[in-house]
């Protein structure tokens, strides 16, 4: 994307008079609009070409989660220090008033990246709670202040590239002002309906005896993936009481009854979670991604009883649909960091 | 409730070539001008050192009012109004200067019709005070001529302790009676700062809530991003403490925390006030060490730019210990607000320009929706003075959906948009209230003496141990010892 591209996110305002254009673009708009917002909705990314894609990302949120969007294209490593603001309305039709969500773009560069929190708290819409999305690396050193302002951090873990020492991290932030942030991982949101339909493949009374039983998982993930199916992992092993091994040879599981539990990750193209196969004893429970559809296909073979197959709508895929997941969640995520502790050792 | 009608008069403003004259007064008078305001028959004589004429007086004047009035100016309009602005030049210890002022009020009196009335506006620095009310006294300018009135308006600071502020009520007084004495606090003058009555009592609703079985703590706030702006000569001397807690905050205070007065007239809004602040829990040097933080801001960023740290700033003492910012814990000890905190903070260097009051209620008890809930579910009324003015009322509520799901909401009244048009000026309303007479928007003595004798509890306590100055980075939110004060009532700062 050239630097034309950022020009175009919105009007240009000067830094310290971004209110004051904000209230004018509202005046300005008469009756016809009205602005809305319960949440400060704040982005911040290191990629330049993700300006549009983030802009539209806010366009397809507010529709549902009016909000102030706060975009921050951060360039730490730009030779030039330099900060720049847009603004710009996103509205839909409610009835028979538009009803505005409004954006506020800033381009940070070079050393101008490290009044982050100053520009932050600069433009919160005050008495609504902050969501940060962090879309970019998270920094080894905290900046306190700034943590521990943001009510809800949403981050994925699918992007780390460096997974243990990004949720060291995440731990930390968690801990701070007595633990108040919530912590949403896109990560979780996107199994959500992989897990709702792995604990359907359980629902009948011969199935959930053998859960309990589970002798083999075998999950396929598409690339760049592999924390995704390992948080599913978690998550069982967190549920059902099983303790990862020690990492010597190959890793396994011991469930409570002493038994092991053996697992494989096999990386597949496709989306996020394409299979899942779970062995007790003689039967199988399977998980299917249903090609270029949107649902899976579960599936429960046990000797003596028939097979019948069941269509489960399947996961999102897509970043504004996970958002949307995340913010119309109002509580904590109880079993997250369970599931991120049983498989820690993993990452 | 309709308002006085002001008098024809001669506005005369000592320290005429100066930043206040140029960005608010001027600005001010015009706006009254343009909106019918003023009488008829109204001179705006500007007293300084320096020599000019009348027309070179009139165009810096009309630069400055395109520059800063609020609403476009009309050059129609401002040459007519103009024509009634003149210079006199004089030096402020210049006895003949004086004896020239009152023969040029005289026949202006007499050209234009403003039958001997006087307001004489001291927007000079508070040293000049002193030699310009003893030369009004001295030139007989205090005393207005058979059938007019003259009065005085002192701009803040009114005094820099208690004993300043005693001495200069004297001299005041030495030259004006306190009836005709009009001490200018321009937060007072604010559509939001006056609206706040008509809010707790009008209201039926808020009155009942208004104590300490409902609310479990106020805060009052005044931030800035500015840092001292050439000003350091007199902040240097001030600090926050004395430059904005001392006036605007505790009359902010005064205003949230009074009992309903027994009428409208100035005075019976004046002693409510004044029982606020004799009721203000005395401090010790130990509750000042406890209560009261006082910090500086070092280097940082705002909007983006890195600013320099307060001691690095022109001509501020590089050991410094002024204080640029302060939070402070306020109990007022009367029936109504006994258990409830009052934090106010002031800040430069911080992130936005806001001034507010919010009322903070106490929560619900945490069962049903509130045994689970993450977010903040304490309701919060708002009273913002500026900018944007207008009420906020947080609340929480269901968002939308299958789900059972509490978010806090809030509801918002602006003035700009509510009304139509933004509210007016402060110093209009002011300057027009003291043509008119009524003093209700301005402090009277004894509110000045009762806010300085609790300031200086902690000042005093200050100086006699001065390692207690916390530093923060321009551009936070102050530092971090002000979010212990009120970690330590279970509350936080609002994040504005």
């Not at chain 2, 009012?65 to 009309?74: A, E, F």
Request: proline share 5%; hydrophobic share 40%; aromatic share 8%.
């Amino acid at each position: 994307m050239k630097t034309d591209d950022i020009e175009g996110v919105g009007l240009p305002v000067e830094i310290g008079k971004i209110d004051r254009e904000l209230v004018k673009l509202w005046e300005e708009a008469g009756e016809t609009k009205t602005r809305a917002s319960h949440i400060n909705l704040v982005l911040y990314f290191e990629d330049r070409t993700q300006v549009q894609a983030n802009t539209q990302l806010i366009a397809d949120i507010a529709t549902e989660h009016a909000c102030r969007a706060i975009l921050i294209l951060a360039e730490p490593g730009a030779s030039e220090s330099a900060a720049k603001a847009w603004i710009n309305a996103h509205c839909h039709l409610a009835g028979k008033r538009q009803i505005c969500s409004e954006q506020i773009t800033f381009h940070l560069t070079g050393e101008t990246t490290q009044a982050l929190p100053s520009i932050v708290f600069s433009h919160l819409d005050s008495d609504l709670p902050p969501c940060l999305w962090w879309l970019a690396p998270f920094q080894r050193t905290i900046d306190e202040q700034l943590w521990s302002w943001v009510d809800r951090l949403v981050f994925d873990s699918a992007r780390w590239e460096d997974p243990p020492a990004s949720f060291e991290i995440i731990r930390k932030i968690g801990a701070l002002g007595d633990g108040r942030t919530v912590l949403g991982d896109l990560n979780w949101a996107r199994i959500l309906e992989t897990r709702i339909a792995i604990a359907g493949l359980f629902d009948h009374a011969m199935a959930l005896e053998k859960l309990s039983k589970l002798e083999t998982i075998v999950i396929d993930h598409a690339p760049g993936h592999r924390t995704t199916a390992l948080l599913l992992i978690g998550w069982l092993a967190s549920r059902l009481g099983w303790k990862l091994q020690p990492l010597l040879g190959k890793p396994f599981f011991l469930a409570p009854s002493g038994a092991h539990v053996q697992f494989d990750l096999a990386e597949k193209p496709g989306p996020s979670i394409s299979r899942c196969l779970f062995t007790s004893g003689a039967c199988d429970f399977l998980l299917k991604h249903c090609n270029e559809r949107n649902f899976f296909e579960a599936t429960v073979s046990c000797p003596g009883s028939q097979e019948h197959p069941r269509i489960i709508k399947s996961g999102r895929e897509k970043p504004a649909d996970l958002l949307l997941s995340e913010l119309s969640r109002g509580s904590r995520h109880g079993h997250y960091r369970h599931a991120l502790e049983a498989i820690l050792p993993l990452l | 409730m309709n308002r006085a009608v002001p008098e024809p008069c001669t506005v005369v403003i000592f320290g005429a070539t100066g930043d206040l004259t140029h960005r608010k007064l001027v600005p001010a008078l015009y706006n009254l001008a343009v909106e019918g305001a003023l009488p008829q028959s109204v001179n705006v004589v500007g007293f300084a050192r320096r020599d000019k004429t009348d027309e070179i007086f009139r165009e810096e004047l009309g630069e400055a009012t395109r520059r800063y009035s609020r609403q476009s100016v009309n050059e129609e309009l401002w040459t007519s109004f103009s024509d009634s602005i003149f210079y006199h030049r004089s030096a402020f210890d210049e006895a003949a200067g004086y004896a020239s002022l009152a023969k040029r009020l005289d026949a202006l009196d007499a050209e234009r019709g403003t039958r001997g009335n006087r307001l004489f506006y001291l927007a000079a620095a508070p040293d000049q005070f002193q030699v310009i009310l003893e030369n009004l006294r001295e030139s007989g300018l205090n005393v207005a001529p058979s059938g007019g009135w003259a009065r005085v308006i002192v701009e803040k600071p009114f005094g820099t302790d208690l004993d300043s502020a005693r001495a200069l009520n004297a001299l005041v007084e030495g030259s004006f009676p306190e009836s005709e004495t009009y001490r200018i606090d321009h937060y007072l003058g604010k559509e939001t700062a006056q609206n706040l009555m008509v809010l707790r009592f009008a209201n039926a609703i808020f009155e009942h809530l208004w104590n300490g079985r409902y609310i479990h703590h106020v805060q009052i706030t005044a931030s800035e991003p500015l840092g001292v702006e050439g000003r350091a000569g007199y902040y240097e001397k001030s600090g926050a403490l004395r430059d904005m807690v001392q006036n605007h905050l505790l009359q902010l205070l005064c205003l949230t925390a009074m009992e309903p007065p027994a009428g409208l007239d100035a005075d019976s809004i004046r002693d409510e006030k004044v029982k606020v602040l004799r009721s203000l829990r005395p401090l010790t040097s130990e509750t000042v060490r406890t209560s009261v933080v006082r910090a500086q801001y070092g280097a940082g960023a705002i909007n983006g730019k890195r600013v320099a740290a307060y001691r690095d700033e022109e001509n501020v003492n590089p050991e410094s210990v002024t204080e640029t910012y302060v939070a402070l814990q306020i109990n007022i000890d009367n029936w109504r607000w006994a258990g409830v905190p009052f934090f106010v903070r002031v800040g430069k260097r911080l992130p936005k320009a806001a001034t507010e009051i919010a009322i903070h209620f106490k929560g619900a008890p945490p069962v049903l929706f509130n045994a689970t809930a993450d977010l903040p579910t304490d309701n919060v009324l708002v009273i913002r003075i500026q900018p944007d003015e207008g009420i906020s009322l947080r609340m929480s509520a269901k968002v939308p959906g299958a789900a059972v799901r509490v978010e806090p909401v809030k509801m918002d009244f602006h003035y700009g948009t509510s009304f139509g048009k933004a509210p007016p000026e402060a110093y209009e309303r002011l300057l027009l209230d003291a043509m008119s007479g009524d003093p209700t928007l301005f402090a009277r003595r004894d509110e000045v003496e009762e806010a300085w004798k609790f300031i200086d509890q902690i000042r005093n306590a200050w100086e006699s141990d001065a390692a207690d100055l916390a530093v923060y980075s321009a551009g936070s939110w102050g530092p971090t010892e002000a979010d212990d004060l009120l970690a330590r009532h279970d509350a936080t700062w609002r994040r504005l």
